[in-house]
């Protein structure tokens, strides 16, 4: 069996593939708010216009958000990186001894003992940028992040707006034209679709089943936009009746 079949790898998009993650579940927010946000105006029985208005208030204020979120979050985790990295630094010049015995330590754990133990000792030490990253991996747990915290940002803001797009694009269409047929029903059919292509993706970025990954999105998505519903419902009927 071939590596990309074992690991689930979309050679097609080559190297977009890396910030697949942050494609996947900023669009899984973007579907679930923004149909959320629209099945609650319906439920409220809303104009159009404000389910409009609504929902790209939201898709707007939330992608800034999640995009900023995401971004802050990888910058953060890098810049603690580089911190503990510079503290091994200055341990294994300052504490050499010490630091070595920690990397025997680290190897007797996991099986050597005598002479090859300190043969991969040695090995290990003779290099200073080994060292540490064998302290940074080993002790620390910590492995540094090699994806731009910027593009992180940026992916998870266009798959937001992108897919959060679809729960509003038949009420815009609709809104310049027009129509006569069930909006919500087919805006529903098509956020349905969307929920199903994200869910596609996601099982190649988590390596689980196909058709459990889609399930999950479908169910998460219309859950979020049936509780949104009725809580627009039952405001609606409160404030009508009062």
């Known amino acids: 069996m071939k590596e990309n079949k074992l690991h689930q790898e979309i050679s097609i998009i080559g190297n977009i593939q890396v910030y697949l993650r942050e494609f996947v579940y900023g669009g ?6 923004t149909f959320a946000v629209v099945a609650g105006a319906v439920g409220a029985n809303l104009d159009p216009s ?3 208005i609504l929902g790209f208030a939201n898709l707007l204020a939330d992608g800034f958000s999640m995009s900023v979120g995401a971004y802050l979050s ?3 985790d890098q810049e603690n990186y580089d911190k503990h990295k510079a503290v091994e630094y200055w341990e294994i010049d300052n504490l050499p001894e010490k630091e070595r015995e920690e990397i025997e330590e680290i190897y007797k754990a996991k099986g050597f003992e005598g002479e090859l133990l300190q043969e991969v000792v040695n090995v290990i030490t ?4 080994r060292w540490v990253d064998e302290m ?7 492995m540094e992040e ?4 910027f593009k992180i940002g940026l992916a998870t803001l266009i798959s937001f707006i992108v897919v959060g797009f679809i729960p509003l694009m038949i009420y815009v269409y609709d809104y310049y034209r027009e129509t006569r047929f069930d909006v919500f029903l087919w805006t529903s059919i098509f956020t ?6 994200v869910g596609w993706l996601k099982s190649f970025v988590n390596q689980t089943n196909i058709f459990k990954s889609i399930g999950e999105t479908l169910a998460l998505g219309f859950l979020a936009a049936l509780v949104a519903y009725y809580v627009g419902d039952f405001l609606e009927s409160l404030i009508m009746n009062s």
């Open 28 to 33: 899984i927010d973007g579907a679930v708010t």
């Open 146 to 149: 090699t994806k731009s915290p």
């Open 192 to 197: 349905g679709l969307a929920f199903a292509t």
């Open 126 to 129: 003779a290099d200073k940028d």
């Open 136 to 142: 940074m991996k080993d002790e620390l747990n910590m």
């Open 74 to 76: 990888s910058k953060s």
């Open 50 to 52: 404000i389910i409009i």
